[in-house]
C-alpha cells in the first residue's frame, strides 16, 4: 500500500513537474530530434537497415522476426471485428466508415493528428469516439481490445505499407515536445525513462525480450498477443508499471503526447498492422 | 550430548546460510524487489538463465573486485558513481532495504 502510494505519488509529481517544465523552456523542433535519434541509433547498430526499425523489438532479435512470418495473420480475427464495428450502421443509417475520408482506407499513417480546433492530439481511438458522438452513440472505452483494439487494426489494416506521415504544425510543437520531454524523463521507483531502455538500451534484452527503438517504435501496432490486440498506449501502460509508475490512462493527454512524439519519429516507415508477439 | 550440540549448532548454521543464499537469489529475480536477472546474466549454474545484457554479466571475481562497499553503494544508489546509468537506486528510492541489501551483496560476492 505504502509502496503503491509512494509511486503513485512520486509519479504524479514528476508529471507536474514536466508539465511546468513544458511552459519554461525553448522547444525542440521535431525534424532536429528525430535526426538527432536516428543517428545515435545508427552509430549504436550500423548494420542495421532503415526499414529493419518498423519491425520494432523483432529488428534486434531473428528467432522473433522468424516467427512474425509463421503468424503473418495473428490479427485476422481482431481485423474481422473490426471490420464489422467500423461498417455497424447507426440508428441515422451512418456508420463510422461515413465518418472519414474514403471509407477509412489510408488514413491511420497520419495519425495521431493535431486538432487546431480542440487544441488537442487526437488518435484514431478518439476520431472514432468523436464520430460515435457525433451520431449519438455510445462510445467505446479506448482501451478495450474487444472493441476499439479491433477497430483500430481494421483501420490500421486499410493503411498497409503507407509511409507513417504524422504532421507537427507549428501549433502543435508544444504537444511533440512534451512528449519527447515525457519519453525522456525518468519517472517512478526504478527510476527509468523510456529512453533509459528504448534509446540508451535499444536492442539490448531486458530478460529475454529484445527492446525496440524510439524509431520504428509506432510503426505496427496493434500487437496481437494472446491472439487479442495490444494497442500502442496499452503497452506504454505496461511499461509505466515496469517502472514502478502509476499509469497515465489510455487516451490520456500524456499518452497521446507520447504516442504523437513517437508516431512523428516512424515518419518514412511503412505502417504495419497486427504484428505476433509471444502470448 | 555435547557432540549431538555441536552437530545440531552446524546443522543450523548450514541451514541459515543455505536460507540467505536462497532468500538472496528471490530477491535477484523477484519483479518487486531486485528483479537483477531482467538486466545482468549469472555465471552459468549460479542461477535462472536469461539473455539480458542491459548490465554487465555478474561474474564472481568482478563482483570481488568490487568489494562490499563498492557493491553495495552500487545497489544502493549507482547514480552517485554515474548519473547517466540505467540502473534503478534500489536503496534510495526504497526498492530494497538495507538488510535486503547485504544479503543481495553476499549472494554476488559468493558467485563463481
Known amino acids: 500500500m505504502n509502496a503503491r502510494l509512494h509511486r503513485g505519488t512520486f509519479a504524479r509529481l514528476l508529471s507536474a513537474w514536466v508539465c511546468v517544465l513544458g511552459g519554461a523552456q525553448a522547444l525542440a523542433a521535431p525534424e532536429p530530434v528525430k535526426k538527432e535519434i536516428a543517428a545515435r541509433l545508427e552509430r549504436q547498430y550500423p548494420d542495421l537497415k532503415g526499414a529493419d526499425y518498423a519491425l520494432g523489438s523483432a529488428a534486434f532479435d531473428t528467432e522473433l522476426r522468424a516467427a512474425l512470418e509463421e503468424h503473418a495473420n495473428a490479427a485476422a480475427e481482431s481485423i474481422e471485428a473490426g471490420r464489422a464495428l467500423w461498417n455497424a450502421k447507426f440508428r441515422d443509417a451512418k456508420s463510422l466508415a461515413s465518418c472519414f475520408p474514403n471509407g477509412g482506407r489510408r488514413i491511420a499513417q497520419n495519425y495521431p493528428q493535431y486538432d487546431a480546433g480542440l487544441k488537442r492530439v487526437v488518435t484514431i481511438a478518439m476520431a472514432v469516439n468523436q464520430c460515435l458522438k457525433v451520431h449519438k452513440q455510445p462510445l467505446y472505452d479506448p482501451a478495450d481490445p474487444a472493441t476499439m483494439g479491433a477497430i483500430v487494426a481494421y483501420v490500421r489494416s486499410l493503411a498497409l505499407g503507407q509511409r507513417i506521415a504524422v504532421r507537427v504544425p507549428a501549433a502543435a510543437e508544444e504537444k511533440f515536445e512534451q512528449g519527447r520531454r515525457l519519453y525522456f524523463t525518468r519517472l517512478g521507483q526504478r527510476n527509468f525513462a523510456c529512453a533509459s531502455c528504448h534509446l540508451q538500451s535499444a536492442g539490448k534484452r531486458y530478460g529475454d525480450v529484445a527492446l525496440s527503438a524510439p524509431i520504428g517504435q509506432a510503426t505496427h501496432w496493434p500487437e496481437i498477443r494472446g491472439a487479442k490486440p495490444v494497442m500502442l498506449q496499452a503497452r506504454m501502460r505496461e511499461c509505466l508499471e515496469l517502472m514502478g509508475a502509476a499509469p497515465f490512462p489510455v487516451g490520456s493527454e500524456e499518452l497521446n503526447q507520447i504516442e504523437f512524439f513517437l508516431t512523428y519519429l516512424s515518419n518514412g516507415q511503412p505502417l504495419k498492422a497486427g504484428a505476433w508477439r509471444p502470448g | ?112
Do not use: W, Y
Request: hydrophobic share 45%; charged share 20%.
Open chain 2, 1 to 112: 550430548m555435547r557432540h549431538d550440540l555441536a552437530i545440531l549448532a552446524f546443522a543450523c548454521a548450514v541451514a541459515t546460510g543455505t536460507q540467505a543464499q536462497v532468500a538472496a537469489r528471490d530477491l535477484f529475480v523477484r519483479a518487486d524487489k531486485g528483479q537483477c536477472i531482467a538486466c545482468h546474466q549469472l555465471p552459468e549454474g549460479a542461477g535462472a538463465a536469461t539473455r539480458a545484457d542491459i548490465g554487465p554479466r555478474l561474474d564472481g571475481g568482478r563482483m570481488r573486485a568490487l568489494g562490499k562497499a563498492g557493491l553495495r553503494q552500487s545497489i544502493a544508489d549507482p547514480t552517485v558513481a554515474n548519473p547517466d546509468t540505467v540502473m534503478p537506486p534500489f536503496g534510495r528510492h526504497r526498492i530494497l532495504d538495507a538488510g535486503e541489501i547485504e544479503r543481495l551483496v553476499e549472494f554476488l560476492l559468493a558467485l563463481p
